[in-house]
């Protein structure tokens, strides 16, 4: 079981659609990532939350993080297909101990 | 900077092998993460160094497995011997501050045992 679920798994859109995925957990984190990963490559950061409730926006994309710190959502406005990659969620559990959820798989038709 | 660079980028080797995958962290960054990513097991967390020194080995799957970071500017992941299930791409990682700060990932080793 992971400690951090994603969903969904896989996610096919047509360009121009809006996305939303999403990050759950029963633990609480004291910091929460997003990276996105393309084929052949390392992940890339997008984003880091660390309050409570906080959203950011990045462009077309808005990161919320859940009041108990234990959730979040990663919400496309209309996605392109140089949006489409492996979006990963990670958790902070402690200093140096980052857990990644499995990703998500978004694949944006043009 | 050339980011953390990782070699090499595919090995395949056979069941009972020695394979050892190298890493060279970003200049500077004084923590350094291995991962294995699976598609059941998504990327999990081997081991980190933080000025070379071995922090948390937790997630070291077994024995088989050891690391060292014998200077600041390298690292080395090594199994022996490997076995088919330890297939896998391996991700070497860096930062300055540890995990709640941005990691830079290398490329990866794509790593098969026959």
């Known amino acids: 079981t992971q400690l951090l679920e994603q969903s969904p798994q896989f996610l096919s859109i047509q360009e121009g659609e809006n996305l939303t995925v999403y990050c759950n957990s029963s633990s609480v984190f004291s910091s929460l990532q997003w990276y996105r990963q393309e084929p052949g490559e390392g992940p890339v950061l997008l984003v880091t939350?660390?309050?409570?409730?906080e959203v950011k926006k990045l462009k077309r994309l808005t990161f919320q993080f859940g009041d108990a710190r234990k959730d979040s959502s990663l919400h496309i406005t209309a996605a392109q297909p140089g949006d489409t990659g492996l979006y990963l969620c990670a958790g902070e559990m402690g200093r140096g101990d980052m857990r990644f959820g499995a990703g998500t798989r978004l694949t944006v038709k043009p | 900077d050339a980011g953390v660079i990782q070699s090499p980028r595919h090995e395949v080797t056979e069941m009972g092998q020695e394979v050892t995958l190298r890493c060279k962290p970003i200049s500077g960054h004084d923590y350094l993460f291995w991962y294995r990513q699976t598609m059941m097991r998504g990327l999990e967390l081997l081991i980190y160094f933080n000025n070379n020194v071995p922090i948390d080995d937790s997630g070291m799957p077994e024995d088989r497995f050891s690391a060292k970071m014998p200077n600041a500017s390298f690292s080395t992941l090594k199994i022996q011997p490997s076995e088919p299930r330890d297939s896998a791409v391996y991700f070497c990682a860096s930062n300055t501050q540890g995990a709640s700060e941005k990691l830079f990932f290398g490329s990866g080793t794509q790593l098969s045992v026959l």
């Open positions: 939350v660390v309050t409570g409730g």
